[in-house]
């Protein structure tokens, strides 16, 4: 039976995520380690959320697994995905050099777009059948939010809408790739907050894909958002000046009011 599974999980990869997604979290960990060797294949098509949720609840030895079985940029997306004791336990045990390039893809400071990229709502592998990706888009809570597709090895390849996707449901050949539509400008993760605000792009988008230095896809960014980060402290200290202001004004016209209804006694 054993051998059947791992027959399985090697040639058909894609349908044996499909399959894992829908499981408990444990049952996929329990899977993984009982096929390690099929580990590297099956994450790459698993949701980066949902193999977060996996990385959390892992031992430490499975985890080496993980780490050594995924690439550098799926690791990078997944480190998003996770707490920060998690990631502190994922990152020691990889070699100084794997260590450098992929801290390099998840190390972003205040100023850069990077730091404030969060997960997008559904992200398709691109050579995933067209049918498999309609189950899942269908799963979503909402189709108002686009849809974002990168390759096997999480580098963005582009984007499509829900409802664009869902009109090719009677399509039985042909994968993600095949339909895809939407050329959304790209931001990267190193620019800074001041030269992406008043990008032309935000005319048409509410959110913008981020990639890492390698291409990587690190999640979506708002210019909402991006304001509130660039902005506190001035917005912030102008909206306390404003308030003190009118109280001292209140308290200079009540004392004005008292002195002169005294002087009409």
Not at 12 to 23: C, F, G, K, S, V
Not at 58 to 66: K, N, Q, W
Not at 73 to 88: H, P, V
Not at 190 to 196: A, Y
Request: a positive charge; charged letters at 25%; glycine letters at 4%.
């Amino acid at each position: 039976m054993r051998a059947l599974v791992d027959n399985f999980l090697k040639t058909h990869p894609l349908p044996a995520a499909r399959i894992l997604e829908r499981a408990p979290v444990k049952d996929v960990i329990e899977i993984f380690l009982l096929y390690p060797k099929q580990v590297g294949q099956l994450a790459a098509h698993l949701p980066p959320s949902y193999l977060g949720a996996v990385f959390e609840e892992s031992e430490r030895d499975l985890l080496v697994t993980l780490s050594e079985k995924i690439n550098d940029n799926l690791l990078a997306t997944l480190l998003k995905e996770t707490s920060k004791e998690k990631e502190i336990e994922i990152i020691e045990p990889l070699p100084k050099a794997r260590k450098k390039k992929v801290m390099e893809l998840i190390s972003y400071k205040p100023y850069q777009v990077g730091y404030y990229a969060k997960k997008a709502d559904c992200i398709l592998i691109d050579n995933m059948s067209i049918q498999e990706a309609i189950k899942i888009v269908e799963l979503l809570p909402t189709l108002e939010m686009p849809i974002y597709v990168v390759d096997p090895d999480y580098v963005y390849v582009g984007a499509l809408h829900p409802f664009s996707l869902l009109k090719f449901r009677k399509n039985k050949i042909g994968n993600v790739s095949t339909f895809l539509e939407r050329k959304v400008p790209v931001l990267k993760g190193t620019m800074t907050l001041e030269s992406v605000l008043y990008h032309p792009a935000w005319e048409d988008n509410g959110v913008l894909p981020v990639v890492g230095k390698t291409g990587c896809f690190l999640g979506v960014v708002s210019k909402r958002i991006l304001l509130e980060a660039a902005n506190p402290p001035k917005v912030q200290k102008s909206s306390e000046n404003v308030v003190e202001g009118y109280i001292l004004f209140s308290e200079m016209i009540w004392d004005g009011l008292k002195k002169f209804w005294g002087s009409l006694k």
